[in-house]
């Protein structure tokens, strides 16, 4: 097999590239994908635009349902334009900015027009959001192989990841098959079925929130200009505050997308989201719809790893993106724009790789991709760590969105460009003059020798 970088002309029609249906014996690729998420779809997408022959393998068949707020911040906006996703087509829904409540106080936050980002978010259902990408990602040149499961790891007698054992869910082929590539990249979610086959576990002093969701018919809201987030929820029956928020998000098709995301609470544990989800609707107006009757589809929950909670994010010709990563804000619970963002990095470390031949020089360009991801989140999500720590699973966001922050027009526009990690370098106001002086005063965490290559730093 050739694994020089080659080019290749995109395919005319798109659907004609789901190979799924014929596929029998498996196949040979320059990079082999796992995962047709929003990581999966933008490395695969970016991979094939480089000229890489590239595999994206999806368990599920699109469209398909994915637990989610559906709601898009302007970083997020960025990697789709950045992957010329037509976003002024029917069924995105364009957002301003956000409304906070907190007790009696409601405020409006407008997306900071900076020269990086785009001053608006979107919201569009998982439902077709990421069947949307990875047909983007097929019209670029790669090859999806949708409703085949990836089961584990190929390696070699070094150890070295060279492919994926996979199966169908067609009847006609009844046993796994191998699919093999000098790299793969595992966006297989929160699972991390290929991380932990190689012994990568999950960081346990970093925690996981856990978020649920509902849709429900609510004409009034579905058109609204803001991503709504409650940060005055608390434990069912009068417990303490929820450490999270509860969130409506304008759908633009009659329904909202309703939900709340939290972390366990330092001394009370974790709380029963279906019923602080009752006992927060309760509390919404009548006529916004909020309620049992107005439901479509049963509440769905979903982990949310966060914080880089795996290590190392490379190791041994496998490379973490998106959830398999841990790489969900400890900010604020976003994880579409990091995914999408790993996912274009490890594209671009992966193209880089090929263009030497295997050995030392193609591995230290591996090797890169940990250090990337960590110049760009490290000292950001650490912080994010420390204030889930100390802050928010003690207390939520309540003591955060007290009266004099909401009574400020600076320190609001300030702590929501810190939550959603929107900020220009260099600085363009004195807004992003303190986050990113901030930032640079906190420690980056040390990539030490254990998390540079499996499972040598591993406690035994």
Known sequence: MDEGVV???????????????????????????VGAGPAGSSAAYHLARAGVDVILLEKARFPREKVCGDGLTPRAVHQLIRMGVDI???????????????????????????????DFGLSRSRHDFDDILARHA??????????WKAERPLTDRAGRVMGVAASSDSPDVPEPVDFRAPIVIAADGASARLALALGLERDPRRQIATAARRYYRSPERSREEYLELWADLRFPDGGPYLPGYGWIFPMGDGRVNVGLGALPHRRHGKADLRATLDQWLARTPEEWGLREENAEGPVRSAALPLGFNRHPLYARGLLLV??????????????IAQAMEAGEVAAESAALALAHPQGPRREQVLRGYPMEMNRR????????????DLIFSRAGFQPVLNRYVM??????????????????????????????????????PALGPGRRGGNRGKKR
Do not use: C
Request: glycine letters at 12%; a neutral charge.
């Open 7 to 33: 080019m290749r002309e995109l395919p005319p029609d798109p659907a004609t590239t789901d190979e799924g249906e014929t596929s029998r014996t498996g196949a040979d690729a320059q990079v082999i994908v």
């Open 322 to 335: 998106g959830d398999s990563g841990g790489m969900v804000s400890p900010w604020n619970g976003e994880g």
């Open 407 to 444: 009574g400020s027009p600076f320190l609001l526009d300030l702590l929501a460009r810190l939550l959603t990690d929107l900020t220009d370098k260099p600085s363009r106001d004195v807004a992003d003059h303190v986050l990113n002086t901030a930032f640079r005063l906190v420690p980056a």
């Open 88 to 118: 002024t087509a029917p069924g995105w829904t364009r957002v301003r900015g956000m409304r906070w409540v907190a007790g009696e106080h409601r405020v409006h936050i407008e997306w900071p027009a900076l020269g990086r980002y785009p």
């Open 138 to 147: 097929v019209a670029a040149g790669a090859r999806l192989y949708s409703g």
């Open 377 to 388: 989140w490290g000292r950001y999500y650490r912080l994010g760590n420390t204030a889930a």
